[in-house]
């Protein structure tokens, strides 16, 4: 089933997580409650470039599955011109500017609360997976970590 999210509603809940009430949530969901979140970040993939996203060339069976049983994405834009800033926006719900990551591979400012903050606030067990090139890690407090270039 191919539910659609209007984007206000997303941007709403994101920023409900990110002014400090989401650690009272943690006292209302219940552990049956909890649902299961993956997302997906690859560098250089278009939203063309899938064929739940219309690409009849392009065969992409697992993503275009995974899609069709969660929610799809339909409106967005990149944060920032380069991957590792853009990872920090994706992360922190702040513009590169606010969140100090705006360089290739720099640092977020000191005392910055990322999603990983948030979901384990929550009782969520996170992780990272992959190219990783944000820090410092106190800003980033994935439970499970596994990078080559981290």
Request: aromatic share 14%; hydrophobic share 40%.
């Amino acid at each position: 089933m191919n539910i659609r999210v209007p984007w206000i509603t997303i941007l709403f809940v994101f920023f409900f997580c990110l002014t400090g009430f989401a650690p009272d949530i943690k006292k209302q969901i219940k552990k049956d409650q909890i649902i299961n979140i993956v997302l997906i970040i690859s560098d250089d993939h278009g939203w063309r470039d899938s064929g739940c996203y219309g690409n009849e060339f392009t065969h992409t069976p697992s993503l275009d599955q995974l899609a069709s049983e969660g929610i799809r994405f339909t409106h967005a834009f990149a944060g920032a011109m380069m991957c590792s800033p853009s990872r920090a926006v994706i992360a922190t719900g702040l513009m590169p500017f606010r969140n100090g990551g705006h360089v290739f591979g720099g640092h977020v400012f000191p005392g910055t609360k990322t999603v990983a903050h948030y979901f384990n606030d929550m009782g969520y067990q996170t992780a990272l997976i992959g190219k990783f090139s944000k820090h410092p890690h106190e800003a980033f407090p994935y439970e499970v970590i596994h990078s080559q270039w981290n």
